[in-house]
């Protein structure tokens, strides 16, 4: 059984940075693409960033471009979302999600399996 497991998660003042990991364990992180979601208190759980499992090129939300990059340490099994001059509005908790087919989607059903989430909370 796969499992997904994050950390990283904290608080931080807006501007600062944060960097989540995603460690997989039970499967090959080279078979799945790996998706980023974010869920705020009593709004949807929305994609933010996503990586492909095979050439490795990556999509985005419109909200993250140009602050938040992902990747990906097959050899450790552990993809990264570095998050940079983070707001408030990036407060919420981040989930990683795995994708059997090596793709990447933007929506949340697409995905095969979930961890449990880690909590982010931008605030001065």
């Known amino acids: 059984q796969v499992q997904l497991a994050e950390s990283g998660g904290g608080l931080v003042h807006p501007g600062g940075s944060l960097r989540l990991s995603c460690v997989v364990s039970?499967?090959?992180?080279?078979?799945?693409?790996i998706g980023w979601f974010r869920q705020a208190p009593g709004k949807q759980r929305e994609f933010v960033i996503g990586?492909?499992?095979?050439?490795?090129?990556?999509t985005s939300a419109d909200s993250v471009k140009g602050r938040f990059t992902i990747s990906r340490d097959n050899a450790k099994n552990t993809v990264y979302l570095q998050m940079n001059r983070l707001k408030p509005e990036d407060t919420a908790v981040y989930y990683c999600?795995?994708?059997?087919?090596?793709?990447?989607?933007?929506?949340?059903?697409?995905?095969?399996?979930w961890g449990q989430g880690t909590q982010v909370t931008v605030s001065s």
């Open positions: 999600a795995a994708l059997r087919n090596f793709a990447v989607s933007t929506t949340a059903n697409a995905y095969n399996y």
């Open positions: 039970g499967g090959n992180l080279d078979e799945y693409g």
């Open positions: 990586i492909r499992a095979t050439d490795t090129s990556t």
